[in-house]
Structure formats: structure tokens, C-alpha cells
């Protein structure tokens, strides 16, 4: 593989050979194909350039053809030729996606106006499985904003959005069978700051957009455990809060309250909140959450958490995550866990566990994430202290947290997910990038979080892992080039001082 430092390409693509100049472009420039990626395409150049190219779907010659054959590539595969023309065939539309995504990187200014940099690229994911999440839940954020999350991320060529929807600090999602969750548990967050829901016809409106972007939503109810919000309305469902040391330490730390039943919990800590194991109204809870999201969830999975539940005996932990992961079954879904959930014998078989510890597994953790395996399930990576997208940059960037690690931009791209566990790398279905909402009080503050480090979890899960160019130096570089596209689509990224970032 041909690729010099001066192709701007992030993630990297399986196979690059770089041209000798630019195919210029204008509003004379003709786009023929019939797919919505050319409307994706016309408007993204028109965002960033100022020109409008002209659209045709008639078979005609013209300056940039897209067209989908799937003897072309992959599933999610491209092949992307530009010399005096343009060519992008998908092996499916997401590939064609992926091919103006990467037709985008390569549209750049130079003295004599804008043009498109001449390669021969063919391209297809390494892994299958390319998240990331949103925790909506201790901060809220809005539809329009959830839009702009998919803009940025799908543009990185990642398919599935997680949706963290519930927890200790509110509840994002109505249910009809269970209306007080929003009426009662929905309107404030953490710090105190205003809180928000979901109706139901916005989630649609949110699945609806990611999947024109190619991206699966996967909404998460947590559970047993983060379920503060729960009790607020409805006490019956849950206990009462259980203090730890840990939770008391880090409350008078931040000077923030503790929690208090029936009244909505503004702090961070964890580890309190259960649900009630040996009562059958909670599985007629869960079930009927479960049955609502799967009614409006056209993706293949629901999530029902399963982390830090301090607070429930692991018995009843156990007990509680078995019948919750065959409920999820039975309404025609696949469960995904957190993978504390594996330390169950019976989870449901087929359950999916996304692994949150370190790279250096602790504890039971590792063993844990195996029993997926076991069961015949698989495994997502997002390892913590290398995935974790709230984690700071430095010690004295003012946003983020360090339970886990101080993640610079070199700590995000220098971890390999099929390192971490001793599991088959065929159980790896892929890797997930989580953003808890702690410390993100706005979107510019989440924006600041992901990106870069979004763009080096995309190069893991999409480039091949022994691409000559697939190492920091060149990524640095490349990554650096990424800055007037992030710029003209509004992206408020942070300017981590290890890239050498553009200016055009």
C-alpha cells in the first residue's frame, strides 16, 4: 500500500495509491447516481465550499458517477477512484456512504479553488461492530443535538449510536404503560441542571436519521442497579438507597448530595440503586419497557446494563440479569450487557457483553466478559481506560474525569481490542466509545470530549490492523488534516497539542 502522510484520511482505508494532482470542481460539476448518499454529498460540498453541484440520475457520463454493486466490495466495502472524474461504487449504500465520507476528506482548497485529491482507493471495515455512546441520561441533550452526534461520528464511518436513556439521575424515554417515569423522573440532571425526555416520536425521529446515516441505535434501560430515577416514580419498584464508603467519600469530595428516596439524585455516585429482585411487578416493569422500546427500536438490540449494582447481593444480581436477558429475547431482540452481567451462569444464551475494564483486566472482569463467549454470545471493547471518551486529556483539561486514566489523544489510538481479553478474536464483534455525561453541561462540552479521540477509536475499528500506515506518527499527521473539515462542519474540537493540525 501507497499512502504518504499527505493523504488526509481518517481511519485509514484497506488500500491507497495517491495521484499526482486535484480534480478540480465547480457548479459545473455533474453528480449521477440515484442513491440519497448523492444528496449527502451535493450538501456537504456546499457546506463546506460554497458550490453546488449539479445532480442528474439518467445513465449519463458526468464528473462524479456513485452507484451500489455488490460484486464491487464488502458489505459497508468502497472502491473510490478519482482522476479526471469520479468514481464511488459501494458493495452496498452504506459503502457508498463510507465512499463520500471519504470523498469529503479529500475535497480541499488550494491556490486555485477547490478540488479533490486523485487516489485509487478500495476500502471495507475490519470489524463489523463500530459504536459509539451517548449517555443522555446525568446530562440531557436534545434531539437536534443527537443529529449533530450522528453527523460528526458517521462521517467516521461509525454503524451503531448506544443511547444511554436511564439512570440513577433520570429517565429519556416515555413509556406509555408506565407514564409517571417521565411525568416525575425526567426533569432534572446532574448539578441540578434541566433535565428532558424523549417522546416517543422523537426517538423515532432519532432512529429515522441515524439510519439514513447507516448507523444503528441500540437504547440502553440500566438495570438493576442506576435506578434511582426509577424509585422516584414508582417507590414500589425499588429499594432504598445503599451507602458506601466510596459513594459517601466522593459525595464529600465533590460536595455533592447523597442520595435520598423518592427525591431526584443531582450528584455522580454510583452503586446505591436497586430495583426490587423478588418482586414480579419489576419483571412486569421490565417487560413492558422492554416491549414498548423493541415496538419502536428497528435495530437488532436492547441493552439492559448491569453495571456497578453495589447494592443488590450478587444472588439476586444474578437471578435479576437472567430473567431480564430472556425477557429481551422474547420480545425479539438480542440483550447487550455491561460485562459485570457474565458473571451469571444463566444469562440468556446469545447475549452480547460490552467489556468496560482496563486493558490490564482487574478482578473478575476478564472472566466475566468470557462467559459471553461461553454462552454463545460475543463481545464489544471499550476498554475504559483506553476507549472512554469522558476521560480527561490531561490532569488540568477542566472537562472530563480520571477514575480510569488521563487519556491523551496517542493513549486513545495505541490499544488493540483482541489484546485485552483471552477469547477468540472472532468473539470481538467490535469496539464502542462511550461518553458519560458527568461533566458535559452543554454539547460544545461533549464535542471537546469526542473528537479527536472519536476519530482514533474509528481508525481501531475500521483500518487493518498491520496497514503499514496504521501507527501514530502517520495518524498524527493525518488526523491533523481533519481540522478544516471538522471546522466547516461546525465540530468544537479540542486542539490537542500532540497533532499538527491544518489550516486548509
Known amino acids: 500500500m501507497v499512502l504518504p502522510h499527505s493523504m488526509p484520511l481518517v481511519p485509514l482505508p484497506a488500500s491507497v495509491v495517491s495521484g499526482e494532482g486535484r480534480m478540480p470542481i465547480s457548479d459545473s460539476t455533474r453528480v449521477i447516481g440515484d442513491s440519497p448518499s448523492t444528496a449527502h454529498l451535493i450538501d456537504a460540498v456546499a457546506r463546506r465550499t460554497g458550490i453546488r453541484l449539479s445532480h442528474a440520475t ?168 442506576h435506578t434511582h430515577a426509577i424509585g422516584v416514580a414508582y417507590p414500589d419498584l425499588v429499594e432504598a438507597p445503599v451507602m458506601n464508603d466510596s459513594l459517601i467519600a466522593e459525595s464529600a469530595r465533590l460536595g455533592q448530595p447523597l442520595p435520598v428516596a423518592g427525591e431526584p439524585y443531582l450528584g455522580w455516585g454510583v452503586g446505591h440503586s436497586s430495583v426490587r429482585i423478588h418482586e414480579e411487578r419489576t419483571y412486569e416493569f421490565v417487560r413492558d419497557v422492554v416491549r414498548e422500546l423493541a415496538e419502536i427500536t428497528p435495530g437488532p438490540y436492547i441493552h439492559i446494563g448491569g453495571d456497578e449494582s453495589l447494592g443488590t447481593p450478587q444472588a439476586d444480581f444474578d437471578l435479576f440479569v437472567e430473567r431480564a436477558t430472556a425477557i429481551v429475547f422474547e420480545e425479539g431482540k438480542v440483550p447487550l450487557a455491561w460485562h459485570e452481567v457474565g458473571a451469571a451462569k444463566d444469562i440468556a444464551e446469545g447475549t452480547v457483553g460490552q467489556y468496560w475494564g ?86 460544545s462540552d461533549v464535542e471537546q470530549l469526542v473528537f479527536p479521540r472519536a476519530a482514533a477509536q474509528a481508525e481501531i475499528a475500521w483500518s487493518p490492523r498491520s496497514a503499514p500506515e496504521r501507527e501514530w506518527e502517520s495518524f498524527r499527521v493525518r488526523l491533523g488534516s481533519m481540522a478544516p473539515l471538522w471546522k466547516a462542519e461546525h465540530v468544537d474540537f479540542h486542539p490537542a497539542e500532540e497533532i499538527p493540525w491544518s489550516e486548509r
Open 358 to 443: 482496563k486493558t490490564t483486566p482487574e478482578g473478575t472482569h476478564a472472566a466475566e466478559a468470557a462467559h459471553f463467549v461461553e454462552r454463545g454470545g460475543a463481545l464489544i471493547m471499550s476498554a475504559a481506560d483506553a476507549a472512554y471518551l469522558d476521560m480527561k486529556y490531561t490532569a488540568e483539561f477542566p472537562l472530563g474525569l480520571t477514575w480510569a486514566a488521563i487519556i491523551d489523544v496517542r493513549s486513545a489510538y495505541e490499544w488493540e481490542p483482541t489484546q485485552v481479553l483471552d477469547v477468540p478474536d472472532s468473539a470481538i464483534l467490535g469496539i464502542e466509545a462511550p461518553l458519560w455525561s458527568e461533566t458535559t453541561r452543554t454539547f
Open 58 to 225: 439518467a445513465t449519463a457520463t458526468g464528473d462524479v458517477v456513485m452507484r451500489v454493486d455488490p460484486a464491487s466490495a464488502a458489505p459497508e466495502g468502497y472502491t473510490l477512484s478519482i482522476a479526471d472524474a469520479v468514481e464511488i461504487v459501494g458493495g452496498d449504500e452504506a459503502g457508498l456512504f463510507y465512499g463520500v465520507q471519504t470523498l469529503l476528506q479529500l475535497l480541499r482548497e488550494g491556490d486555485d479553488g477547490w478540488g479533490i485529491l486523485q487516489a485509487e482507493i478500495a476500502d471495507a471495515p475490519r470489524f463489523e461492530r463500530r459504536g459509539v455512546m451517548l449517555d443522555v441520561t446525568r446530562h440531557f441533550f436534545g434531539v437536534d443535538e443527537v443529529k449533530k452526534f450522528i453527523d460528526s461520528t458517521s462521517a467516521l464511518k461509525f454503524n451503531h449510536l448506544h443511547l444511554h436513556l436511564t439512570d440513577d439521575q433520570g429517565w429519556r424515554i416515555h413509556i406509555d404503560s408506565w407514564p409517571k417515569l417521565t411525568e416525575l423522573a425526567s426533569s432534572t440532571a446532574s448539578l441540578g441542571d434541566r433535565g428532558g425526555f424523549y417522546t416517543k416520536d422523537d426517538y423515532r425521529e432519532i432512529v429515522a436519521y441515524a439510519s439514513q446515516h447507516h448507523m444503528i441505535v441500540i437504547p440502553e434501560i440500566d438495570l438493576p442497579g
